[in-house]
């Protein structure tokens, strides 16, 4: 189903285990995406002629597939977005009018910059405390940390990842968001990485917001959702304005479009949102729960293959990891490995992968990233590992000889 992966790459059969950062996109997905251009391509929401109805049905078909995917309350309480950064961004604009000096926005410090930085900036202009909940030694979110945080008072918002893009921690949303519900703020999931890794029911999880990418699950760049409850959506003042998102406009006061539009503000991208519904349904149709399970064994299998590498150290030990193993070798630097291993067709991630908080936590400044998705297999992270190890020795024995 995925044409890239028979690519070659420097020579190689590319072993693509760059995952946590774009996953690839199956034919049926290309394949949608060509048939909307080739069939029913026209703005949505706008014409009346054929080719408008059609491209709007198709959009609003995707809206339904993706609700049923996350569970939202209801179709129109899923807004089309660039991907979580722009949702996330979205909502910590859309909610700033909720705080006051003396408020607090409580995230975590596993946080990638996307959940990160909104809300710094958004408690910086508004005067509320910004608030950081610290991690256990192996990894986790210190619930106590968190308690202490939220006992403090004045928590409006908690804004927290459900898997870490570099620890792989899964979190216990349900359990976050009942503790943030209970002190009276808003809970904010990043969904970003647990989407393609577990199910997310956001009613069952009783988060308010879930944000997170279509390009991380299969369907593509450019586009992404922001579900929500319904109150929780209707909270958000608009962070765009333009065509659509309006209900009548003058030069004395201009009133808004019921949900979602009112969130969509210009044409949106709607053959990314029609990808979108084609890879959640690509992935409903191959079984989430045997993903999720299939890919928790290539994690398993990964961190066991790497521990056996010489001096390298795996980043947190987690209670429950997913989609990922970040590590660090003795004496080599994550880039000068990863050009290594790239020359022999694989591809994993180096650096501070957007998440230098908890790089700090770490006391690193850049890792490596292995993250199978389910087209990997064993045999090949096995040749990963092998490669790792070769590149590592072979920089050790550069370094030797100076
Ligand atoms: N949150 C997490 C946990 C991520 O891993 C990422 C991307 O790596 C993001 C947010 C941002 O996603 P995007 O760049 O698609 O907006």
Not at 67 to 87: M, Y
Not at 159 to 184: D, I, K, Q, W, Y
Not at 206 to 217: C, E, I, N, P, Q
Not at 255 to 270: D, F, K, Q, S, V
């Amino acid at each position: 189903d995925f044409p890239i992966l028979s690519e070659q790459v420097h020579g190689h059969p590319l072993v693509y285990l760059d995952n946590s950062a774009t996953t690839q996109v199956p034919s049926q997905v290309l394949d949608a995406v060509a048939n909307h251009y080739r069939t029913s391509n026209a703005n949505v929401h706008r014409g009346m002629h054929y080719l408008a109805h059609a491209s709007t049905d198709a959009l609003e078909h995707a809206r339904e597939v993706v609700a049923r995917f996350v569970n939202a309350p209801s179709v129109d309480c899923v807004v089309f977005t660039r991907g979580t950064t722009d949702g996330l961004n979205m909502v910590a604009r859309g909610l700033s009018h909720l705080l006051q000096p003396g408020d607090a926005v409580v995230v975590s410090r596993l946080e990638h910059h996307s959940n990160y930085v909104p809300w710094q900036q958004a408690c910086f202009s508004c005067g509320a405390r910004f608030e950081v909940a610290d991690l256990t030694p192996e990894g986790d979110i210190d619930e106590e940390d968190y308690a202490r945080l939220l006992s403090a008072g004045n928590v409006k918002i908690v804004a927290m990842t459900g898997c870490s893009n570099v620890l792989g921690t899964v979190t216990p949303v349900a359990r976050l968001a009942r503790m943030a519900h209970e002190a009276g703020a808003l809970f904010v999931l990043d969904g970003a990485q647990i989407m393609r890794h577990g199910v997310v029911g956001m009613q069952s999880l009783g988060v308010d917001y879930l944000a997170f990418s279509g390009h991380k699950m299969m369907a593509g760049t450019g586009i992404g959702a922001l579900a929500g409850t319904r109150e929780a959506l209707e909270e958000l003042e608009p962070r765009d304005f333009g065509g659509e998102m309006v209900d009548k406009v003058t030069a004395a006061r201009t009133t808004w479009e019921e949900l979602p539009l009112r969130l969509e503000a210009g044409t949106p991208n709607y053959v990314g949102a029609i990808a979108l519904g084609a890879a959640c349904d690509y992935l409903s149709a191959l079984g989430r729960e045997d993903i999720a399970a299939y890919e928790a064994s290539l994690v398993d299998h990964a961190e066991a293959a790497l521990g056996e590498v010489e001096g390298l150290h795996i980043a947190g030990s987690p209670k429950e990891r997913a989609g990922l193993v970040s590590f660090t070798i003795d004496d080599v630097h994550p880039l000068d490995l990863c050009t290594l291993v790239d020359a022999r067709g694989v591809a994993l991630r180096s650096g501070h992968n957007c998440a230098q908080p908890v790089l700090e936590w770490l006391g690193a400044t850049s890792v490596a990233r292995l993250s199978p998705a389910f087209y990997n297999t064993p045999a090949e992270i096995d040749y990963a590992v092998e490669q790792i190890s070769r590149a590592a020795k072979m920089l050790h024995t550069a370094r030797r000889r100076g």
